[in-house]
């Protein structure tokens, strides 16, 4: 089977916890392909502890041509893990949901939103999902 699409995945090099090296995210997209995944949106954490998004952004443009280079038959998307601590359930205006380059610039992103106005806010007191 192939097909697959994969939405958290620590792929792009040297920005978080996942792959340390250029070489280790070709290895990862490798075995990811192998898999029967076809498509990738590696989610670096969206926190300040981690790279800024000016350096995941160009870690994605040098992985999308790495890939390419080495023929490894798998596209990537943008995507980011973000925290759901209180500055960020707090509401849109709080604290941005951040993507690759930023969900205001995707429509939205998937980020937590709050509810539609009119819905009342789930009994666990968290924010719906997008999608």
């Known amino acids: 089977m192939s097909g697959f699409v994969d939405l958290h995945c620590h792929l792009l090099p040297a920005v978080d916890d996942g792959a340390?090296?250029?070489?280790d995210a070709l290895e990862m997209a490798r075995a990811l392909v192998d898999l029967g995944f076809s498509t990738v949106a590696p989610s670096p954490h969206a926190r300040p502890e981690y790279a800024p998004v000016d350096v995941v952004e160009a870690r994605l443009v040098e992985l999308k041509a790495a890939l390419?280079?080495?023929r490894i038959p798998l596209s990537l998307g943008r995507n980011a893990e973000n925290i759901?601590?209180?500055?960020?359930?707090?509401?849109?205006?709080?604290?941005?949901?951040?993507t690759a380059r930023g969900a205001e610039e995707q429509g939205g992103g998937g980020g937590i939103r709050p509810p539609p106005p009119g819905?009342?806010?789930?009994?666990?007191?968290?924010?719906?999902?997008g999608v």
Do not use: N, Y
């Not at 340390?20 to 070489?23: A, D, F, S, Y």
């Not at 759901?84 to 951040?98: E, K, M, S, W, Y």
């Not at 819905?119 to 999902?129: D, E, M, W």
């Open 20 to 23: 340390r090296t250029l070489e």
């Open 84 to 98: 759901l601590d209180d500055a960020f359930l707090r509401g849109p205006c709080a604290r941005t949901p951040r």
């Open 68 to 70: 390419e280079q080495a």
């Open 119 to 129: 819905q009342p806010v789930p009994p666990s007191g968290r924010r719906v999902a």
